[in-house]
């Protein structure tokens, strides 16, 4: 599949966090191999906190179920007073209970994604947030139905 590029001919990086090795690498290749996107790994929360704090990302995963302060904390971090307060995220979870989604959302993640992962729903849902693929989709959308952005 061909890599998704931004106008600019920029990479987009994406940060993938995730305790769970193997899950963190397996999400890593379906975004660079599937959609050419650079990847960043982090495996614990306080690694991802730091890394949120030097790097503005185009996109953010983010597994709940971590040690230390944990994913919902990461989450209410990076939305109150982060560089990254407008980047997407998506929380990957094996707790997929309409109370978790709904807190996530309340938290500030775009989208909820269920593990275990399936490969071109991650894709899909990546591809998406992306900044250019939003853009074009808002454009999209603004000519076709311009009354509800008035």
């Not at 704090?53 to 597994?63: K, M």
């Amino acid at each position: 599949m061909k890599g998704v590029m931004a106008k600019s001919g920029k990479t987009y990086t994406v940060l993938i966090v995730d305790d769970h090795e193997p899950t963190r690498l397996f999400v890593g290749r379906i975004l660079s191999q599937e959609l050419g996107i650079r990847v960043v790994l982090a495996g614990t929360c306080e690694q991802a906190l730091r890394l949120v704090g030097e790097t503005v990302y185009d996109v953010i995963v983010l597994d709940l179920l971590m040690p230390g302060v944990g994913g919902f904390e990461v989450l209410k971090r990076l939305r109150m007073d982060s560089a990254n307060r407008a980047t997407p995220v998506v929380v990957l979870s094996v707790m997929a209970d309409e109370a978790t989604i709904l807190r996530c959302k309340v938290l500030g993640a775009n989208t909820f994604v269920a593990k275990p992962v399936h490969r071109e729903l991650l894709s899909g849902t990546i591809r998406d947030l992306l900044p250019s693929h939003a853009a074009r989709i808002h454009a999209r959308s603004w000519q076709h139905h311009p009354e509800k952005h008035a």
